[in-house]
């Protein structure tokens, strides 16, 4: 957790040195609870690892889009990357610039892409011939200039979880290089869309920097083909999957990408975009649980019952997805490195649990088998890494209002989404006979 501003003192969690369950008493449980100097840490060193190239760096909204923390991340100059109208007005209400934002996503609508023609968004990210006739007549009817590059599908494996590859032939993602061509040819005759750009993006996490190197000689190649047909692309955006590590293992950090990177970004010498989120945000934020009851079957397996549920989280039941989870109180804080497999972490007093939440499916398991030390009834749990695809993934479901979300900065915590209500469940409902 060298990274991170959560940390175990005295026996006790503390975020950016307040303990966690004062917090948990303050705003109750389940809440997500993020460091405002990780977040702000991790971009400086993001940023400063590609300094020679001075990029743009474009926060990924959907993996933590709360409105104070998009401000935060304006003010820390950054622009957006985003994937709907939604995610523009939350930039927009954050006071970030459209000026800054990128916008990619496959199905991208008529009403979004007005709006977004309308702020100015910095470019689209197009994903296919369609969307781009579709730019190009809003962008005719409101007389306007839409900048764009091309979401290139360079068909490279990134290694990574098959439900978060973006960047192989069979994923939805992209225009293949051969379609991206012709399509960059045709897009010359109209003055209404200007190509600029390359964006390419495989996938998240990547724990390796190969497929980047793949990736970038592959736009590379491209860009030369285009400026042989007289196109100029004088943008490349490598978009995000910036790794962090969800065991506590060292794993490749920004320097290592950037040092990947340099030669072919070099060659190009083209303004650089990138697209973070999960490297800046998962290590900042922490989901915190309370536990409701123990249960053990007549098996002798042990299910410890927290209040907050795959709704709250859903990476574990979507993805199979591990995270470090341990008490708050725990008198020897927790291990640096805990594995899936591991059978004892930190080699101290523990018991093998069901890590489960009160929603009514099976997949409701935040973790299987899990070594941990005893956490009785009313015990807080902290499920670490859950900055990034935690909140942004919640929804209602089971009837279960959405947790609150609390930020620690300089003069303590500050509640930045107050817990949802029952009210809030049915609030947009009609309640009509028909
Ligand atoms: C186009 C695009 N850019 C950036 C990201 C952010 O990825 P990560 O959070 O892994 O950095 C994503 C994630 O899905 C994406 O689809």
């Known amino acids: 957790m060298e990274t991170s501003g959560f940390r175990y003192l005295d026996g006790q969690l503390h975020c950016d040195g307040m303990p966690v369950s004062e917090i948990a008493d303050e705003y109750g449980t389940p809440l997500f609870l993020y460091s405002k100097e990780t977040l702000l840490r991790r971009l400086a060193a993001f940023r ?3 300094s020679d190239h001075d990029p743009l760096i474009c926060f990924s909204v959907k993996s933590l889009a709360n409105i104070s923390i998009l401000r935060m991340m304006a003010g820390a100059g950054c622009g957006f990357d985003i994937v709907s109208g939604g995610e523009l007005y939350r930039v927009l209400q954050a006071g970030g610039q459209p000026s800054k934002t990128v916008f990619a996503g496959v199905g991208k609508s008529r009403p979004e892409i007005e709006f977004a023609l309308r702020h100015n968004v910095h470019m689209f990210n197009v994903e296919s011939e369609s969307e781009m006739r579709l730019i190009r007549r809003v962008a005719d009817e409101l007389g306007c200039r839409a900048d764009v590059a091309i979401r290139v599908n360079p068909d490279v494996d990134a290694q990574t979880h098959e439900k978060t590859t973006t960047g192989k032939k069979e994923n939805k993602f992209g225009i293949d290089i ?46 030369g083909q285009l400026a042989e047909e007289g196109i100029e692309i004088d943008t490349v955006n490598l978009g995000g999957g910036y790794c962090m590590s969800y ?28 697209e973070p989120g999960r490297h800046v945000a998962a290590p900042a ?39 470090r989870i341990w008490p708050a109180y725990s008198s020897d804080g927790m291990p640096e490195v805990v594995r899936p497999d ?31 030390p005893r956490v009785n009834e009313g015990d807080l749990l902290a499920i670490f890494d859950t900055g990034a695809y935690g909140y942004t993934m919640s929804s209602n479901y089971n009837g279960r209002p959405r947790a609150a979300e609390v930020l620690v900065g300089a003069n303590g915590p500050v509640l930045i989404a107050r817990r949802e209500t029952y009210n809030d469940l049915v609030v947009r409902e009609e309640l009509t006979a028909i």
Do not use: W
């Not at 051969?178 to 869309?193: C, D, N, P």
């Not at 101290?348 to 935040?366: A, F, H, Q, W």
């Open 247 to 274: 065991t506590g293992e060292q794993v490749p950090g920004p320097a290592s990408y950037a040092e990947a990177m340099a030669p072919g970004l070099n060659e190009m010498g083209t303004d650089l975009i990138l």
């Open 178 to 223: 051969g379609s991206a061509r012709r399509l960059a040819i045709e897009t010359k005759e109209f003055s209404s869309v200007v190509l600029r750009g390359l964006h390419v993006h495989l996938g998240s996490p990547i724990y390796d920097t190969t497929p980047y190197e793949r990736g970038l000689a592959k736009i590379a190649e491209f860009r």
């Open 285 to 323: 934020g922490v989901f915190i649980v309370r536990t409701l009851h123990r249960k053990t079957t007549g098996d002798g397996k042990t299910f410890v019952i927290a209040d907050g549920a795959m709704n709250d989280l859903l990476r574990p039941a979507l993805y199979g997805a591990f995270h």
């Open 48 to 50: 400063e690892a590609f």
């Open 342 to 372: 591991d059978d004892n972490p930190g080699g101290g007093d523990t018991e093998k649990v069901d890590i489960v939440g009160p929603v009514c499916e099976s997949s409701d398991c935040m973790a299987k088998d899990r070594a941990i």
